[in-house]
């Protein structure tokens, strides 16, 4: 069903036209979301882009891809789902989350069959973010203001890495090994993946930071955008500690995804979806989504579409054609 | 219909009373309302606004020691006292996706388990699950954790709103009544925080709504709910079984503080005598001494015809033009290198000043030619009103202090927690200041903008507690003005009475003065609001409401303290000593010795009180503690002084280097042979307005001796004279 539909003309000599059609799906099939749905906090499309995994208190529900029917859900080992990753060869899922103020961990799901294989435990606060460093490896970003590097297959704590004073919100990793995190110490740290020594820190937003997401471009200096309570989005080059450029919002981003190489589309706590020229610094379009906060977004591995989540356990499919 | 019932039932017995000629209870008085505080109690959706985040404020979460301040606690930011729930909401249910809210189990979120302490929490225990606080946090929960705010708070009254006690010890219990936009009436005392102004004086449970006294005097208990804020008066008397003695007095002044006596039954110090009076009401008046030589005042008395003659006086309009040019912060200025404020812009400011008091202007058109003045401040005065700030929330922050006697200061970063004020109001009036440049040329600038903190954007104008302006309006001043002017503004009188009451009795009714705010009530509230409303009635006439207090029997009421009365601080049961101002110290010290004092370049003889620039430098003004004007003028002198004052008088030049000096009144005196103790009885009445008294005469004639030398004589001289100008009664208006 098409709830929204939107077109207007890209400030650009070449005359592009962007269409939004957005798509409204929920996890109870187009109804009004019961008033006791609780939010979702990430999703994720599976690597072969058949189906979208959401994660919420409910623990996981894995939907048909595009028609966005219930699957099979999944409960975990914590009642605080906050997040959610695939392994590089697909064949696992890390699910972070915990108890809130009391314990964080990882839970390992095998993939597709969505069958739980392993908790990893040790953290004093939720985890809210996961990043695979190979297949064996993972690192657990937590509230309690550590990461966690673990070896998967002997459930060992491999390092940590410390120097956030405030909790992470995310991490991500560069094509070179290092890691860059975020926290809600409103600081962009840089660390060494090898040894978790912390290389630099970035100090520009002005509060704390929600999301960060690497550019997927492959030749030259890694890009990444974070995005934060002060209403900015940033790019950044971590690996020289240098602020490329900003772009304010009229509201604040909560998530943030790259579609290619130029253009970013950021979910926002106005629930819209504002889609965003990574070179130029400006809003390209402004969609409104859903009702609520969206928390989380997603770009479709083949097919240019996007998906936001959040509150009510809201989710929407926003397709986009683009016309020469 | 439980409500109508309830109305009804009220009604009912306001009728059979009536009738029978029984004292009738008001409606704020409730004892019929239906409680229906716990609506976890009831099928109702939890209200966000209207019963969650009061219950907050009440267990103390939003408190600025709590969540509340501002960084919050924890990485747990709540407005202060839920001044903003829209933002409340956010945090609680949406912030960090959510995490501290599970709708899947309730008890399983952590703005749960925390106050129950189910997890640690740095502010411990504040609710046991299963009570009602608990029930009403899950309720809400389980109802999916919704902003709902079915209607808006109208305003708040408690019973009862004033308790006078039989006696120390006396306990009684308080009531909450909210009033809603929809018409809906409920008993909110379990949602309402009530805190005690003075926690030695008045025990609060806060559990049981009750309140117990544990000295005598005149307590303020405050009751919290939602956003509003009402003070509850609490009287205990004294031990004192005197009677008052009877006052034949019509004063409304006289009355209102009477009735105060008698409840707290203090007894009232006697009616100073005639030249006492008349130095207390020339120094208030002119901030001079009387002089001691006119026949015609000592011998023909009447205290309403000497204050109608001082207030007739130039030497009125120099003093009050003094302490007005104080309040407005009047002086030459000079920051980093720029002129802000002109010698020429503070003359003209002060020059001005000084016409509108001379030609009886109304206070409120003085008040309305300032705050719209535009154009060059060297040469049109009320111009320099806004340069003597940096900013245009430096200048909310100075109009509202000087204008209302309200301190909006902390609306600034957030809702004020002790008033009313929001950002709102704070940044919608410093939208209409940041429309005028601030330079020596006052004009309006349509480019000008205030940020908002809140939002990022421009502002918009907004009347203080008021409206928006329209979105084309330009310059807002002109409404501000109008709204701040009106008959029935609620602060605009009310602040300039209050000052000249302090200025003739010592002490504000509301204290600070500037100052003005729910939880910081009037010891006579009553007699506030007539002494506003009867100076609108006079047309904002300065002179008519320093006449109506001067005249009172409560201001000539002696200072000195009768058994009693000893530690009455705030009820006027005695007169309060005043320590006089800088200025008016340094001339009476001058007009004492016959020997003018010098400041800056201005002309020998130029009185301290007539300087019309702050500015002008003076080491003696400095030292008696002149205030600098760069902040409020309003923390006053003690009676007796900071000690590098004292120092000063005791051994600096300012007395020591006069005394004997060449063309003063004492090398006049002696030089034309005046007997010396002729020359003590002239500086006795000069200084303290009346002559020695009988063991002072004893005192003085064992130094006195006629045989000493004339070296000698004026030794013993100056050293007497430098006694009578150090003395406390010399440097006090008592």
Same mark, same amino acid.
């Given at each position: 069903m098409i709830k929204y539909f939107s077109w207007l003309r890209c400030p650009t000599t070449f005359c592009i036209f962007s269409m939004f059609a957005v798509l409204a799906t929920s996890t109870v099939a187009n109804q009004p979301a019961p008033i006791t749905n609780p939010p979702i906090t990430d999703i994720a499309f599976a690597p072969d882009g058949q189906s979208l995994v959401c994660c919420s208190q409910r623990g996981l529900q894995v939907f048909s891809w595009p028609e966005l029917k219930l699957q099979r859900s999944a409960k975990t080992a914590f009642p605080n789902v906050q997040c959610l990753e695939f392994s590089p060869a697909g064949n696992r899922l890390a699910v972070g989350g915990g108890e809130p103020s009391q314990r964080g961990a990882v839970e390992i799901f095998s993939w597709p069959d969505c069958q739980s294989q392993m908790e990893l435990s040790g953290h004093d606060d939720s985890v809210v973010s996961v990043v695979w460093r190979g297949d064996n490896y993972l690192v657990a970003a937590s509230l309690d203001r550590l990461l966690t590097e673990w070896n998967v297959e002997t459930k060992t704590k491999i390092k940590t890495y410390q120097g956030h004073s405030r909790g992470v919100s995310s991490a991500c990793l560069l094509p070179n090994g290092e890691m860059v995190t975020t926290g809600h110490d409103q600081s962009v740290r840089v660390w060494d993946g090898d040894s978790g020594e912390l290389l630099r820190s970035l100090n520009q937003h002005s509060r704390p930071i929600n999301a960060i997401a690497v550019c997927p471009k492959s030749a030259g200096q890694p890009i990444v955008a974070t995005a934060a309570g002060d209403r900015t989005i940033r790019f950044w080059q971590p690996i020289i500690g240098r602020m490329v450029r900003y772009i304010r919002l009229e509201s604040e981003p909560l998530d943030i995804a790259w579609i290619g190489e130029t253009q970013i589309v950021a979910s926002c706590a106005d629930g819209q979806a504002r889609v965003i020229d990574a070179e130029k610094v400006e809003v390209l379009e402004t969609i409104p989504v859903i009702k609520g906060w969206a928390y989380t977004v997603a770009s479709h591995p083949q097919d240019g579409t996007w998906v936001l989540a959040g509150s009510d356990g809201q989710i929407r499919r926003v397709k986009r054609t683009r016309t020469e | 219909m439980k409500i109508i019932l309830a109305y009804c039932g009220v009604a009912a017995i306001y009728c059979i009373a009536l009738v029978a000629g029984l004292p009738v209870a008001t409606?704020?008085?409730? $004892? &019929?309302? $239906?409680? &229906?505080?716990?609506?976890?109690?009831? /099928?109702e959706a939890v209200d966000f606004k209207n019963d969650l985040l009061p219950m907050f404020t009440k267990l103390g979460c939003n408190a600025g020691k709590c969540h509340g301040s501002a960084i919050g606690r924890g990485d747990f930011k709540l407005s202060l006292y839920g001044g903003t729930p829209g933002t409340d909401y956010d945090e609680i249910v949406r912030k960090l996706r959510g995490r501290r809210i599970n709708l899947t189990d309730p008890e399983s979120s952590l703005i749960f388990m925390k106050p129950a302490e189910w997890v640690e929490h740095g502010g411990g225990t504040i609710f046991d699950a299963g009570d009602d606080h608990a029930e009403l946090l899950l309720k809400w929960i389980d109802q999916g954790a919704r902003y709902i705010a079915n209607r808006r708070l109208t305003h708040v009254s408690v019973s009862p709103e004033r308790f006078v006690a039989t006696e120390v010890g006396d306990e009684t219990a308080l009531k909450v009544v909210a009033h809603y936009d929809d018409g809906l009436i409920r008993d909110v005392t379990s949602l309402t925080q009530f805190v005690a102004d003075d926690s030695s004086a008045v025990t609060v449970n806060n559990d049981a709504a009750t309140v117990k006294t544990n000295r005598s005097g005149r307590h303020i208990v405050i009751a919290r709910y939602s956003t509003e804020v009402v003070p509850i008066e609490l009287v205990v008397p004294t031990e004192n079984v005197t009677e008052l003695p009877a006052d034949s007095s019509n004063s409304f002044i006289d009355k209102a503080i009477r009735d105060a006596l008698v409840d707290l039954r203090l007894p009232v110090s006697p009616q100073v005598d005639d030249s006492t009076f008349i130095r207390r009401i020339t120094l208030d008046l002119t901030g001079r001494l009387p002089d001691h030589s006119d026949e015609e005042i000592n011998s023909h008395f009447d205290r309403h015809t000497v204050v109608d003659n001082l207030l007739a006086s130039d030497e009125f309009v120099d003093f009050y033009a003094l302490k007005f040019a104080q309040l407005l912060r009047i002086q030459s200025r000079v920051d980093k290198n720029s002129v802000l404020t002109t010698p020429q812009a503070a003359y003209a400011f002060h020059d001005w000043l000084a016409q509108q008091l001379r030609n009886g202007v109304g206070y409120d058109q003085i008040a309305r030619e300032i705050i719209t003045a535009s154009g060059d401040s060297s040469e049109y005065g009320p111009a320099t009103f806004f340069t003597v700030v940096e900013d245009a929330r430096l200048q909310t922050e100075f109009t509202t202090e000087v204008f209302m006697g309200s301190r909006m200061k902390c609306a600034n970063c957030h809702n004020h927690p002790l008033d009313k004020w929001t950002q709102d109001d704070f940044h919608g009036l410093t939208a209409m200041f940041s429309k005028l440049t601030r330079s020596q040329v006052i004009r309006f600038n349509p480019l000008g903008k205030n940020i908002h903190p809140n939002t990022g954007q421009a502002a918009l104008m907004k009347l203080p507690g008021g409206e928006f302006l329209?979105? $084309?309006?330009?310059?807002g001043r002109g409404v501000f003005a109008d709204w701040l002017t009106a008959r029935d503004n609620p602060y605009f009188a009310k602040a300039i009475v209050n000052r000249l009451w302090k200025s003739l009795m010592g002490r504000g009714l509301v204290e600070p003065v500037d100052d003005f705010r729910s939880t910081n009530p009037a010891t006579h509230p009553a007699l506030l609001n007539q002494l506003a409303e009867d100076f609108i009635e006079h047309d904002y006439d300065i002179r008519h409401t320093l006449r109506v207090i001067a005249v009172s029997t409560t201001y000539a009421r002696s200072s000195i303290p009768i058994a009693g009365n $000893?530690?009455?601080?705030?009820?006027?049961s005695h007169g309060v000593q005043k320590a006089l101002g800088p200025e008016v110290l340094a001339d009476a010290i001058s007009d004492v010795l016959g020997v003018a004092g010098q400041y800056g370049k201005e002309a020998p003889g130029t009185r301290a009180v007539e300087l019309r620039d702050g500015a002008i430098s003076s080491n003696s003004l400095d030292i008696l503690g002149?205030?600098?004007?760069? &902040?409020?003028?309003? /923390?006053a002198p003690s009676p007796t002084g900071p000690l590098a004052q004292k120092l000063h008088l005791f051994n600096g030049a300012l007395l020591n280097g006069r005394i004997g000096a060449a063309g003063g009144h004492l090398d006049q005196w002696i030089k034309s042979n005046k007997p010396p103790f002729e020359i003590v009885t002239e500086f006795y009445r000069a200084a303290l307005n009346r002559p020695p008294n009988q063991d002072e005469i004893k005192f003085l004639s064992q130094w006195i001796d006629e045989t000493k030398t004339s070296a000698e004589q004026q030794e013993v001289l100056e050293d007497m004279v430098w006694s009578i100008l150090t003395c406390r009664e010399f440097v006090t208006n008592h």
């Open positions: - | 409606l704020t008085q409730v $004892e &019929n309302i $239906e409680t &229906n505080a716990a609506p976890h109690r009831t /099928g329209p979105i $084309e309006t330009k310059d $000893e530690a009455d601080t705030r009820f006027y002149r205030c600098d004007r760069t &902040n409020s003028c309003e /923390g």
